[in-house]
Nanobody, 123 residues
Framework: QVQLVESGGGLVQAGGSLRLSCAAS????????MGWFRQAPGKEREFVAA????????YYGASVEGRFTISRDNAKNTVYLQMNSLKPEDTAVYSC????????????????WGQGTQVTVSS
């Protein structure tokens, strides 16, 4: 069992930045690829970014490519999502998740999920 706890969400103006963190409960964190997803009211869950267990490869959804950066620190059991040039359409609940796949953009392929953190971008 891996428990994931997100932090760092909040209210920011368009064009601003936020850094989300996701802390894992277990030292086996480095065995998992990690992903960030988001869900806005009335919309389906959307893939945001993923990173392989070593951090050597990263993947992004088209809507965030070039603005968001995913990274991880296995010594701290933590994955990060740096979000720059935020837009109102980035407003959503952001959740991190862990998978035993090399990486995935499919929510159903993730085994563990955090509770989510709200990000609100005002225009």
């Amino acid at each position: 069992q891996v428990q994931l706890v997100e932090s760092g969400g909040g209210l920011v103006q368009a064009g601003g930045s936020l850094r989300l963190s996701c802390a894992a409960s277990r030292s086996t964190f480095s065995s998992y690829a990690m992903g960030w997803f988001r869900q806005a009211p009335g919309k389906e869950r959307e893939f945001v970014a993923a990173i392989t267990w070593s951090g050597g490869n990263t993947y992004y959804g088209a809507s965030v490519e070039g603005r968001f950066t995913i990274s991880r620190d296995n010594a701290k059991n933590t994955v990060y999502l740096q979000m720059n040039s935020l837009k109102p359409e980035d407003t959503a609940v952001y959740s991190c998740a862990a998978t035993t796949f090399l990486w995935s953009l499919v929510p159903g392929e993730y085994d563990y999920w955090g509770q989510g953190t709200q990000v609100t971008v005002s225009s």
